[in-house]
């Protein structure tokens, strides 16, 4: 099994629709990201979470929201989705295991808002 | 500013080729890891390497190649003799993993490389 999922692989959603991505982790890690990936601009950073009680925004927050249900779960929400919202997103874990630094991502969502 | 710098954004070899993608970046951070990546036409992110700022040791891996020079700050990629699988985005990325409270363990990415290699 993966280390990191997410769910759906691919969604086309209409503008103003609510939609989640979620994402799943078996490795234990506390630190979980979401980053989105649009052309010619690298990974940037939407949310993180260090643990279940602490969220915070990273660069890009406007227009989502982030609900860390677990330690293993991290869902990404558009609430009221627009057509820049188009984009490949992905989430992250990180965690120091037995004095070795280890990040891991999932193989990413690709979103479409028409 | 960006923390991470590729100035080439797209790179087109010949198979057999040697190309070098180009990666500087920037921190106040005296612990601190550098990453490369590789974005196949799929989308995944594979992992190529991860390189702590106290080893500035170069590395091969087959084909595959690091020049991290802590003087220039930049990490350089080298792939020899390229072949048509290598055609990807290159992500080279940054974690300043000094414990600031919010930083530790979230990269710093720089707008990758397109590389293609033509048969």
């Known amino acids: 099994d993966a280390d990191v999922t997410q769910t759906p692989r691919n969604r086309i959603t209409k503008t103003g629709k609510r939609i989640m991505l979620e994402c799943s982790q078996t490795?234990?890690?506390?630190?979980m990201y979401w980053y989105r990936q649009d052309p010619g601009l690298g990974l940037r950073l939407i949310y993180y979470s260090f643990d279940v009680k602490d969220i915070n925004k990273g660069e890009i927050s406007d227009g989502y929201s982030v609900s860390r249900q677990a330690q293993a779960k991290f869902s990404l929400s558009l609430e009221s989705a627009i057509p820049n919202q188009t984009a490949l997103y992905f989430c992250?874990?990180?965690?120091?295991?037995?004095?070795?630094?280890?990040?891991?991502f999932g193989p990413g969502t690709r979103l479409t808002v028409t | 500013a960006q923390k991470v710098t590729q100035a080439q954004t797209e790179i087109s070899v010949v198979e057999k080729e040697d190309v070098t993608l180009d990666c500087v970046y920037e921190?106040?951070?005296?612990?601190?890891?550098l990453f490369w990546y590789k974005q196949p036409p799929s989308g995944e992110l594979v992992f190529l390497i991860r390189r702590n700022s106290f080893d500035e040791q170069n590395e091969i891996s087959g084909r595959y190649s690091w020049n991290f020079q802590k003087s220039t700050s930049s990490f350089n990629f080298t792939i020899t003799a390229s072949q048509v699988v290598d055609s990807a985005v290159y992500f080279c990325a940054l974690s300043e993993a000094t414990d600031r409270g919010s930083t530790l363990g979230r990269l710093y990415f720089g707008r990758g490389t397109q590389l293609t290699v033509w048969p």
């Open positions: 490795k234990g890690h506390d630190r």
């Open positions: 992250a874990t990180s965690d120091w295991q037995g004095g070795s630094y280890e990040q891991y």
């Open positions: 921190t106040r951070d005296t612990t601190y890891y």
